[in-house]
């Protein structure tokens, strides 16, 4: 384990309900292969500020990592309909992007709006 994990780790701790140090938490624990940790910072981060584009789009792929398609698919479509209210144009295509490749490749249905 990396400082800077348990030190994001820590600081989660200290202030569970900053969407921020939960969404980094996530990026670190994604980037040392803890997707499982990672799904779940994510998630905490949108539960707790559900209008956070970028954290939906990193929890789709740790959710990806997982081989959590369905999920990933069902979280994608929330992140493009939260990124097209808040104008992230750029994690709306992105996520509609990974929601196709989901399709295409793994023959998974993106969820009815």
Not at 17 to 45: C, I, M, N, P, S
Not at 60 to 65: F, M, P, R, V
Request: glycine residues 8%; without cysteine; negative net charge.
């Amino acid at each position: 384990m990396s400082d800077r994990l348990e030190q994001l780790r820590e600081l989660a701790r200290e202030a569970p309900d900053d969407a921020v140090t939960q969404f980094l938490l996530g990026l670190e624990a994604q980037g040392q292969g803890l997707h499982d940790e990672a799904k779940d910072a994510f998630r905490a981060a949108v539960e707790i500020d559900p209008h956070y584009a970028a954290a939906y789009r990193r929890w789709g792929n740790a959710l990806e990592s997982l081989e959590q398609f369905d999920e990933a698919a069902a979280v994608y479509a929330r992140g493009v309909l939260v990124a097209e209210r808040s104008g992230d144009l750029q994690a709306g295509k992105e996520m509609s992007a990974f929601l196709k490749r989901l399709e295409r490749d793994r023959g998974v249905k993106p969820p009815a709006p």
